[in-house]
């Protein structure tokens, strides 16, 4: 199955307690769609500036991800800068630019438009909307956003979500959409929102999948160093749908199997800065810490 992916293609800007770094690659839709081609065929919308590296759209085709669908932009490219505090489940946006993404209207290539599987990957949830109203027909589609989005484009936010099936969010998000404290009170909450499976990420706690009759948990794998959390979120959501995709179907245990390809993506990422760790990455090392998150979790 081919999914179709929008979001923010970027320049990041992160300080974690392990170092700093200074325009890098990032954005939501880079580290969803480089997990997800471990699995199948991808194909992004976005907008970049003419700042954007060439050599970095040629690193996301070398993929096999398609990027007819990515414009490049008079003006400069997406700007995220973030700090993470000691406990690296938190961090603070110091800075945020959207640039060429503050004009950008969306128009999918005809090639984009029978897609199987659409992702909304974050981003302002206008353009998520408009990206999955040029989708002829998707079978499955799923959703993730950010604290940003919840607080200033809510409207927005909660008309988009009735037409979405799978939401990606972390505990913050979760409890801010919801409006509850308690976790399994705001996924219950979620579910009455439209989604009818939601993923809560909870960084190094690993993920909870909420579904109206159904709780299922997976830890995060435990690494012994973990450099940077950016794109975890994202390379997890890219590693769930890339494995749906690639079985296609969305049956209970495919969900399972899917939800631990995505921890295995999200664990990867954090090891290094930006996509360090996944432009070195290759099939078998992902094959080989599926097999050790299955010996993990059996008992
Ligand atoms: P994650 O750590 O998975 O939440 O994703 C981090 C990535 O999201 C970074 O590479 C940023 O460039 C990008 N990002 C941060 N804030 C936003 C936002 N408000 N909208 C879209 N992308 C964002």
Redesign the pocket.
Known sequence: MKIVVV??V?F?NVETPFGKVENVI???A??FSVAASFFAPVAVVAVVGEDFPKAELAFLRSRGIDTAGIEVAEGRT?R?TGRYHEDMNLRD?LD?QLNVFAEFQPKLPESYRAAEICFLS??HPSLQQSVLRQLDRPELVGADT?T??IQDTRGDLEALLRHVEVLTVNDEEARMLSGERNIVAAARKILTMGPKSLLIKRGEYGVLHFSPDSVFAVPAFPLEQVFD??????AFAGGFVGALAKCGDFSPPSVRRAIVYGSVMASFVVEDFSLKRLRKLSSEDVEHRYRQFVALTEF
């Open positions: 979001g923010s970027a990041d990032g954005g939501s880079t580290f997406f995220w946006t945020l974050n981003i950010m940003h989005w959390p950016t794109g975890a979120g994202d």
